[in-house]
T-cell receptor, first 117, second 117 residues
Framework: DTGVSQDPRHKITKRGQNVTFRCDPI?????LYWYRQTLGQGPEFLTY????????KSRLLSDRFSAERPKGSFSTLEIQRTEQGDSAMYLC???????????????FGSGTRLTVV | AQTVTQSQPEMSVQEAETVTLSCTYD???????LFWYKQPPSRQMILVIR??????QNATENRFSVNFQKAAKSFSLKISDSQLGDTAMYFC??????????????FGKGTKLTVNP
């Protein structure tokens, strides 16, 4: 297992276009998270999945954002009608949760840097 | 809502010396985790150290140790024998612990650490 993979690494798009990012978590991890990080800030939570169920969405996730995790494996994050304010690093992370076991932290991917021009 | 504050936007240290990064947090929860993550210029977040709030003993991982003061809601990171590879952004993060497993992380804004030769 090579860790959490994100694709693409970089994306430049024109304002108003739609973009889709993909995240492949560690295979045995049942939870998958999306975070957004703008320059000079810490990551901010967007949404997470346990298996295929989307359990929580942040208020940051406007109607233009949608995330899916079909079959509880990889996940996609789509942004419709992109705006300049969407420019950020989008981070994906995964973890193994449940069973009352101690939590040892997420594994993050390298992120997708989105630039909206 | 939980908040995490890192009051030092930037710090620098000479190679082989010791540096301490500060973090305070605000929560009404009694059971939670605290983390320090490192984000090198390549941008992938790496877990440095974790602390379970119910444990009195401060966590240590090789050259990294924490000073966890639960009553004061303080969680500082000490890096001993600093190395050039420690140059990175360091994020303090909070996570509520619940029986179902992992939850979302709340991050501070980060401290940019530079280790000088």
């Amino acid at each position: 297992d090579t860790g959490v993979s994100q694709d693409p690494r970089h994306k430049i798009t024109k304002r108003g276009q739609n973009v889709t990012f993909r995240c492949d978590p560690i295979s045995e991890h049942n939870r998958l998270y999306w975070y957004r990080q703008t320059l000079g800030q810490g990551p901010e939570f967007l949404t997470y999945f346990q298996n295929e169920a989307q359990l929580e969405k942040s208020r940051l996730l406007s109607d233009r954002f949608s995330a899916e995790r079909p079959k509880g494996s990889f996940s996609t994050l789509e942004i419709q009608r992109t705006e300049q304010g969407d420019s950020a690093m989008y981070l994906c992370a995964s973890s193994l949760a449940g069973g009352g076991q101690p939590f040892y932290g997420y594994t993050f991917g390298s992120g997708t840097r989105l630039t909206v021009v | 809502a939980q908040t995490v504050t890192q009051s030092q936007p930037e710090m620098s240290v000479q190679e082989a010396e010791t540096v301490t990064l500060s973090c305070t947090y605000d929560t009404s929860e009694s059971n939670y985790y605290l983390f320090w993550y490192k984000q090198p210029p390549s941008r992938q977040m790496i877990l440095v150290i974790r602390q379970e709030a119910y444990k009195q003993q401060n966590a240590t991982e090789n050259r990294f140790s924490v000073n966890f003061q639960k009553a004061a809601k303080s969680f500082s990171l000490k890096i001993s024998d600093s190395q050039l590879g420690d140059t990175a952004m360091y994020f303090c993060a909070f996570m509520k612990h619940w029986k179902g497993g992992s939850e979302k992380l709340v991050f501070g804004k980060g401290t940019k650490l530079t280790v000088n030769p």
